[in-house]
Protein backbone atom coordinates (compact mmCIF):
# COMPACT_ATOMS: atom_id res chain seq x y z
CA UNK A 1 0.00 0.00 0.00
CA UNK A 2 1.61 3.41 -0.78
CA UNK A 3 2.57 5.82 1.82
CA UNK A 4 -0.11 8.67 2.70
CA UNK A 5 1.54 12.04 1.52
CA UNK A 6 -0.84 15.14 2.29
CA UNK A 7 0.72 16.98 5.58
CA UNK A 8 -2.74 17.45 6.52
CA UNK A 9 -4.83 17.03 9.74
CA UNK A 10 -5.89 13.70 9.04
CA UNK A 11 -1.89 12.87 8.89
CA UNK A 12 -1.56 14.86 12.51
CA UNK A 13 -4.92 12.80 14.19
CA UNK A 14 -3.11 9.68 12.65
CA UNK A 15 -0.01 10.04 13.84
CA UNK A 16 -1.11 10.94 17.59
CA UNK A 17 -3.23 7.84 17.55
CA UNK A 18 -0.36 5.50 16.50
CA UNK A 19 1.45 7.28 18.84
CA UNK A 20 -1.01 6.34 21.32
CA UNK A 21 -0.93 2.67 20.26
CA UNK A 22 2.75 2.19 20.41
CA UNK A 23 2.47 3.48 23.51
CA UNK A 24 0.08 1.38 24.49
CA UNK A 25 1.68 -1.90 23.45
CA UNK A 26 5.57 -1.41 23.94
CA UNK A 27 6.09 1.42 26.21
CA UNK A 28 8.47 4.42 25.72
CA UNK A 29 10.90 3.20 23.87
CA UNK A 30 8.70 1.89 21.31
CA UNK A 31 8.25 5.35 20.41
CA UNK A 32 9.66 6.65 17.76
CA UNK A 33 8.93 9.08 14.64
CA UNK A 34 10.38 6.08 12.50
CA UNK A 35 8.15 3.52 14.05
CA UNK A 36 4.69 6.38 14.48
CA UNK A 37 5.89 6.91 10.59
CA UNK A 38 5.09 3.19 9.89
CA UNK A 39 2.75 2.75 11.78
CA UNK A 40 0.73 6.34 10.14
CA UNK A 41 1.21 4.89 6.97
CA UNK A 42 3.31 8.39 6.19
CA UNK A 43 7.03 8.72 5.28
CA UNK A 44 9.72 10.30 8.42
CA UNK A 45 9.85 13.53 6.84
CA UNK A 46 6.19 14.09 6.60
CA UNK A 47 6.26 13.31 10.17
CA UNK A 48 8.36 15.38 11.11
CA UNK A 49 6.70 18.37 8.82
CA UNK A 50 3.55 17.68 10.34
CA UNK A 51 5.27 17.70 14.13
CA UNK A 52 8.26 19.35 13.83
CA UNK A 53 10.15 16.86 15.78
CA UNK A 54 9.49 14.23 18.33
CA UNK A 55 9.32 17.00 20.85
CA UNK A 56 6.55 18.14 19.32
CA UNK A 57 5.07 14.71 18.71
CA UNK A 58 5.23 13.76 22.60
CA UNK A 59 3.67 17.38 22.82
CA UNK A 60 0.82 16.52 20.68
CA UNK A 61 0.14 13.11 22.51
CA UNK A 62 0.28 15.03 26.34
CA UNK A 63 -2.28 17.22 24.94
CA UNK A 64 -4.49 14.71 23.77
CA UNK A 65 -4.29 12.40 27.11
CA UNK A 66 -5.46 15.65 29.38
CA UNK A 67 -8.51 15.96 26.65
CA UNK A 68 -9.47 12.35 26.93
CA UNK A 69 -8.61 12.30 31.08
CA UNK A 70 -10.57 15.45 31.39
CA UNK A 71 -13.73 13.77 28.91
CA UNK A 72 -13.53 10.63 31.09
CA UNK A 73 -13.96 12.73 34.34
CA UNK A 74 -16.55 15.00 33.45
CA UNK A 75 -18.54 11.67 32.43
CA UNK A 76 -18.92 10.58 36.16
CA UNK A 77 -22.50 9.75 36.91
CA UNK A 78 -24.22 12.48 38.72
CA UNK A 79 -25.10 12.62 42.54
CA UNK A 80 -26.33 14.88 44.73
CA UNK A 81 -23.96 13.47 47.46
CA UNK A 82 -20.72 15.47 47.32
CA UNK A 83 -18.56 12.54 48.98
CA UNK A 84 -19.92 9.84 46.75
CA UNK A 85 -18.72 12.25 43.48
CA UNK A 86 -15.61 12.47 45.07
CA UNK A 87 -15.73 8.69 44.93
CA UNK A 88 -16.82 8.57 41.61
CA UNK A 89 -14.16 11.12 40.60
CA UNK A 90 -11.48 9.06 42.24
CA UNK A 91 -12.65 5.91 40.59
CA UNK A 92 -12.82 7.61 36.85
CA UNK A 93 -8.99 8.80 37.34
CA UNK A 94 -7.73 5.10 38.59
CA UNK A 95 -9.48 3.83 35.97
CA UNK A 96 -7.75 6.10 33.37
CA UNK A 97 -4.44 5.63 35.00
CA UNK A 98 -4.77 1.88 35.01
CA UNK A 99 -5.80 1.56 31.79
CA UNK A 100 -3.40 4.10 30.29
CA UNK A 101 0.03 3.45 32.20
CA UNK A 102 2.40 4.84 29.88
CA UNK A 103 -0.01 8.06 28.55
CA UNK A 104 -0.34 9.05 31.81
CA UNK A 105 3.52 8.62 32.74
CA UNK A 106 3.97 11.20 30.20
CA UNK A 107 1.53 13.55 31.47
CA UNK A 108 2.31 13.65 34.34
CA UNK A 109 6.42 12.25 35.23
CA UNK A 110 7.74 13.37 32.53
CA UNK A 111 9.87 10.07 30.75
CA UNK A 112 10.89 11.61 27.56
CA UNK A 113 14.26 13.75 27.64
CA UNK A 114 12.98 14.85 24.36
CA UNK A 115 10.02 16.71 26.09
CA UNK A 116 10.21 19.45 28.72
CA UNK A 117 6.71 21.09 28.95
CA UNK A 118 6.54 24.53 29.38
CA UNK A 119 4.08 26.62 31.20
CA UNK A 120 1.77 26.77 28.35
CA UNK A 121 1.99 22.95 28.01
CA UNK A 122 0.85 22.79 31.53
CA UNK A 123 -2.12 24.56 30.54
CA UNK A 124 -3.19 21.45 29.24
CA UNK A 125 -4.30 20.25 32.57
CA UNK A 126 -6.52 23.10 33.12
CA UNK A 127 -9.67 21.07 32.40
CA UNK A 128 -8.45 18.48 35.15
CA UNK A 129 -8.00 20.73 37.55
CA UNK A 130 -11.13 22.65 37.22
CA UNK A 131 -13.19 19.27 37.69
CA UNK A 132 -11.11 18.58 40.28
CA UNK A 133 -12.01 22.01 41.93
CA UNK A 134 -15.53 22.13 40.94
CA UNK A 135 -16.33 18.72 43.23
CA UNK A 136 -14.04 19.87 46.07
CA UNK A 137 -16.16 23.18 46.21
CA UNK A 138 -19.10 21.23 46.32
CA UNK A 139 -17.90 19.38 49.51
CA UNK A 140 -17.06 22.60 50.92
CA UNK A 141 -19.91 24.51 50.15
CA UNK A 142 -21.98 21.83 51.57
CA UNK A 143 -20.07 22.43 54.99
CA UNK A 144 -18.83 18.68 54.46
CA UNK A 145 -14.64 20.11 54.38
CA UNK A 146 -13.52 22.57 56.06
CA UNK A 147 -10.51 24.84 54.55
CA UNK A 148 -9.36 26.47 50.98
CA UNK A 149 -10.96 24.59 48.13
CA UNK A 150 -7.95 25.16 46.13
CA UNK A 151 -5.44 23.36 48.64
CA UNK A 152 -8.02 20.67 49.18
CA UNK A 153 -8.09 20.16 45.60
CA UNK A 154 -4.15 19.76 45.27
CA UNK A 155 -4.27 17.15 48.33
CA UNK A 156 -6.80 14.85 46.95
CA UNK A 157 -5.62 14.49 43.80
CA UNK A 158 -2.38 14.29 44.68
CA UNK A 159 -3.34 10.96 46.60
CA UNK A 160 -5.54 9.74 43.76
CA UNK A 161 -2.61 10.34 41.64
CA UNK A 162 -0.39 8.63 44.02
CA UNK A 163 -2.13 5.63 44.73
CA UNK A 164 -3.12 5.01 41.14
CA UNK A 165 0.58 5.16 39.75
CA UNK A 166 1.19 2.87 42.40
CA UNK A 167 -1.97 0.51 41.46
CA UNK A 168 -0.22 0.55 37.29
CA UNK A 169 2.80 -0.29 38.67
CA UNK A 170 1.67 -3.03 40.63
CA UNK A 171 2.87 -1.81 43.96
CA UNK A 172 -0.45 -1.88 45.81
CA UNK A 173 -0.98 -5.51 46.21
CA UNK A 174 -0.92 -8.84 44.63
CA UNK A 175 -4.96 -9.11 43.72
CA UNK A 176 -7.54 -6.92 42.54
CA UNK A 177 -9.29 -7.65 46.23
CA UNK A 178 -6.53 -6.52 48.14
CA UNK A 179 -5.93 -3.34 45.09
CA UNK A 180 -9.44 -2.49 46.29
CA UNK A 181 -9.25 -2.63 50.00
CA UNK A 182 -6.34 -0.70 50.24
CA UNK A 183 -7.96 2.24 47.64
CA UNK A 184 -11.11 1.89 50.38
CA UNK A 185 -9.05 2.37 52.72
CA UNK A 186 -6.68 5.00 51.73
CA UNK A 187 -10.29 6.61 50.10
CA UNK A 188 -12.09 6.63 53.74
CA UNK A 189 -9.24 8.25 55.52
CA UNK A 190 -8.39 10.91 53.54
CA UNK A 191 -11.99 11.84 53.19
CA UNK A 192 -12.75 11.59 56.87
CA UNK A 193 -9.40 13.44 57.46
CA UNK A 194 -11.31 15.91 55.35
CA UNK A 195 -14.88 16.31 56.89
CA UNK A 196 -15.63 18.25 59.60
CA UNK A 197 -16.95 16.45 63.17
CA UNK A 198 -20.58 15.71 61.89
CA UNK A 199 -19.66 14.87 58.52
CA UNK A 200 -16.98 12.11 60.01
CA UNK A 201 -19.59 10.45 61.98
CA UNK A 202 -22.02 10.17 59.02
CA UNK A 203 -18.99 8.90 57.09
CA UNK A 204 -18.15 6.17 59.62
CA UNK A 205 -22.29 4.74 59.79
CA UNK A 206 -21.91 4.22 55.86
CA UNK A 207 -18.05 2.58 56.01
Known amino acids: MPRVKQRTDALRERGVASALALLAEEGVTGLTTRTVARRANASVPAI ?21 LGDSLSATPPTADPLEALRHLAEAFRRFVVTNPVLSQIMFSRPFADFDPTADDDNAGVKVRK ?19 TDIAHVFFSFIDGMAAAEAAHRLGS ?5 DRRWRVGLNALITGLCQEPATRTLARRV
Not at 55 to 67: K, N, T
Not at 131 to 149: K, Q, S
Request: glycine share 14%.
Open 131 to 149: VFLRHIRGAVDAGLFVGDP
Open 48 to 68: YEVFGDKAGLIREVFFQGFRM
Open 175 to 179: SKQSV
